[in-house]
């Protein structure tokens, strides 16, 4: 059993910054690529970025290319991955929750989630 607690988030201006993590737990955390997805009001959850943990390799939505970017600190007790998130958008407010699971496609199949952190982007 994996286990994934989301961190961060809040309220930002248009063009404004904000980071969240993602702190993982458990037995065989270390197997599992980590990741992010977001949900919008009335909207279906969707893929963010993810990150493998084994090679480096990161993947991203074509709507955060560019203004996101996915990565980790092992120096931590629990691996702990981060979204920065720069020149946001009222379009990027949503829940966003965080995922351990496998690549596929170059994205992310989610294990285990998140409770989910709220980000809102608005003036």
């Known amino acids: 059993q994996v286990q994934v607690v989301e961190s961060g988030g809040g309220l930002v201006q248009p063009g404004g910054s904000l980071s969240v993590s993602c702190a993982a737990s458990g037995r065989n955390f270390h197997g599992y690529s980590m990741g992010w997805f977001r949900q919008a009001p009335e909207k279906g959850r969707e893929f963010v970025a993810a990150l493998t943990l084994g090679n480096e390799n990161t993947y991203y939505a074509d709507a955060v290319k560019g203004r996101f970017t996915i990565s980790r600190d092992n120096t931590k007790t629990n691996p702990t991955v981060y979204l920065q998130m720069n020149n946001l958008k009222p379009e990027d407010t949503a829940a966003y929750y965080c995922?351990?699971?496998?690549?596929?496609?170059?994205?992310?199949?989610?294990?285990?989630w998140g409770q989910g952190t709220q980000v809102t982007v608005s003036s």
């Open positions: 995922a351990a699971g496998s690549i596929t496609d170059n994205h992310l199949v989610g294990k285990y």
